[in-house]
């Protein structure tokens, strides 16, 4: 029995990609794009490019945590909702939460192969962190 669209898209994001590249490989389709909107501005990636930066940011970074608060499919296209915790190679102790990701994506082949990402970064405030935890319970 093949994985759902919810179960492709969530074991990415779930996945410990930043440390294992082939990780990348079993989700993402070999032609996959990725049109993110960060609040550093727009980018435009190709599986080369979110590889790459994967490789990048492994470097930088202990472990990355997620918390998905959602995961709705509809047909082929998947959105999924969370939140990173990391913990940094300068402060190992501490775990703090990153970013958040709002993402759709179209499923091809039955991998990742169009991906639509929002992202903004995480501040202190307390109820921003906490409206993901609520939302789960």
């Not at 929002?118 to 409206?131: K, L």
């Amino acid at each position: 029995m093949s994985k759902s669209g919810k179960d492709i898209v969530r074991g990415l994001y779930e996945s410990d990609f930043l440390n294992d590249a082939s990780i990348l490989k079993k989700y993402l389709h070999p032609d996959a794009e990725l049109y993110w909107n960060a609040s550093t501005g727009f980018s435009k990636m190709t599986y080369r490019d979110i590889a790459s930066m994967s490789s990048e940011m492994g470097r930088s970074f202990i472990s990355l945590r997620p918390s998905v608060s959602h995961v709705m499919e509809d047909g082929d296209q998947v959105c999924i909702r969370l939140t990173y915790y990391l913990h940094t190679i300068e402060n190992p102790e501490e775990e703090v939460a990153i970013i958040h990701f709002m993402a759709i994506w179209e499923l091809k082949d039955g991998k990742l192969y169009k991906g639509y990402q929002i992202s903004q970064p995480s501040d202190e405030d307390p109820q921003n962190t906490d409206a993901y935890k609520r939302i789960k319970s």
